[in-house]
């Protein structure tokens, strides 16, 4: 249980930190437990990230909705491309975003899922998945150019 608590610790702080912000080590937390209460539930040992994935995911959202934390912030101005102010920036803007807007982007920009795949992970149909995130990429823009 140690060297898997060892190997499935810092992935699951990866995809908790960018929905859950400051909430990010609670929800790993929080997540690691879940993992571990149901891990009599897997089925497909092969699948064991996908499943902690998932479960990550929610753990996050879930978290981040409970706590509800929102740190609004002006933008001065636009650093150039590549910068490190220009990271900071666009931090800052997806921190201003709903815990559903960052994970659907985490997880199609991030993790490199597709709609059909982030939808299964977030437990919603393919259609509210590709909506959702259709409305978190407007919301970045909104938030970005305000």
Request: proline residues 5%; glycine residues 4%; neutral net charge.
């Amino acid at each position: 249980m140690t060297r898997l608590l060892d190997e499935l610790t810092p992935y699951v702080g990866r995809l908790c930190a960018p929905i859950a912000l400051a909430d990010g080590p609670d929800a790993a937390q929080e997540a690691l437990i879940a993992v571990f209460q149901n891990l009599r539930s897997l089925r497909e040992p092969a699948a064991l990230y996908g499943w902690v994935r998932r479960i990550a995911v929610r753990e996050a959202v879930r978290v981040a909705q409970r706590n509800a934390r929102q740190q609004p912030a002006e933008l001065a101005e636009i650093p150039a491309p590549g910068s490190a102010e220009l990271a900071v920036d666009v931090q800052d803007v997806l921190d201003r975003l709903s815990p559903e807007h960052r994970a659907i982007l985490m997880l199609r920009e991030v993790e490199g899922l597709d709609e059909r795949s982030a939808a299964e992970v977030l437990a919603v149909s393919a259609g509210t998945a590709k909506s959702r995130l259709s409305r978190a990429k407007s919301a970045f823009r909104k938030a970005w150019d305000s």
